[in-house]
């Protein structure tokens, strides 16, 4: 069974045509899943889009934080609910098109006990790119993650990853991060635990409006880099 967790804040306008790209794709594969959808204190009517998805898909199911938390916690929350043997967390814009997750579950086929898509490594398609100053500032975000946290990895912050349940309930539980920086920690746990970790080309399309904001998420998101690596 896979359970897919997709974070939600003030999503009302995207989240309709992601639930049914997501459940058009699954029911056409035969897939056994659930829909795991975890409102983040949205403060649009982002709680009736998904009440009316719960309707009309019964894989659906709705996770509610009382107060806006961040991604990371309500990438824990729905994490920590989930049934699945293996699960998705993806961006509630699918940047990466739920059309990649074949990629993904052959690597885990493979071996690893996460996959993440990237969009850095060799055979990636980024068919809409990102604004010229977000792609630097990821670019030397993730060059300092590789530096102090996790060489090697290429591309920590696309929002498509799939886990093997046992790994995932793991590197969540007890999450610090709350907000955008949760990446650089779970994968930073999932290695230290011996996972291996495969970085999988995807195709990746830029989604806007964003919420992340260009300099203070990435203060923010360098500063737990920084915290996870002082603590080892």
Known sequence: MLS??????????RLPRTVEQVEHYLAGKHLDHEVILVDDGSADGTRQVMESAAERHPTVRIEVLPHNRGKGRALAVGVEVAKGDEILVTDADLSTPIEELDKLQAALSNGAGVAIASRAV??????????????????????????????????TQCGFKLFRADVAHRVFENLVTDGFGYDPEVLYRARKQGVKIAEVPVVWRNSAPTKV?????????????IRLRLRG
């Open 4 to 13: 897919v967790v997709i974070p939600c804040y003030n999503e009302e306008l």
């Open 122 to 155: 060799r055979g990636s398609r980024v068919e809409v790119s990102q604004p010229i100053y977000r792609v630097l500032m990821g670019k030397a975000f993730n060059l300092i993650v590789q530096a102090v946290l996790l060489p090697g990895i290429w591309d």
């Open 213 to 225: 904001s260009p300099i203070r998420s990435s203060l923010d998101m360098l500063k737990h880099v």
